[in-house]
């Protein structure tokens, strides 16, 4: 059985700093396409940063592109996105995402309905 947890979600004044964590669970994590996606309220969601956990590139959306970084830890099966100079604007619900059919590689940008496995999801809210 599939399972994302995400963790790491809070309240953070603009300029500061969080790092969302994923565990992953009941698949082979070092050969997928991982995503961390966000939504926030009246919008759709959108990805924000992915990579294939069996090594390559990376993907960022521009608006946070040089803020964020996604990484894994393959051997505890967890994806990380460390989000630094956060905005107002970043406040939403995050999204861990795993994408079981692109086999050796993600396909950027990472769309959500290409993705098949989501976890609950973690809540940032950023104030200014």
């Known amino acids: 059985q599939v399972q994302l947890v995400e963790s790491g979600g809070g309240s953070v004044q603009a300029g500061g700093s969080l790092r969302l964590s994923c565990t992953a669970s009941?698949?082979?994590?070092?050969?997928?396409?991982m995503g961390w996606f966000r939504q926030a309220p009246g919008k759709e969601r959108e990805g924000v940063a992915a990579?294939?956990?069996?090594?390559?590139?990376?993907y960022y959306a521009d608006s946070v592109k040089g803020r964020f970084t996604i990484s894994q830890d393959n051997a505890k099966n967890m994806l990380y996105l460390q989000m630094n100079s956060l905005k107002p604007e970043d406040t939403a619900m995050y999204y861990c995402?795993?994408?079981?059919?692109?086999?050796?590689?993600?396909?950027?940008?990472?769309?959500?309905?290409?993705?098949?496995?989501w976890g609950q999801g973690t809540q940032v809210t950023v104030s200014s």
């Open positions: 009941g698949f082979t994590y070092s050969s997928y396409c």
């Open positions: 990579i294939y956990t069996g090594g390559g590139t990376t």
């Open positions: 995402a795993a994408d079981k059919d692109r086999i050796g590689y993600c396909s950027y940008p990472p769309q959500k309905q290409l993705f098949d496995y």
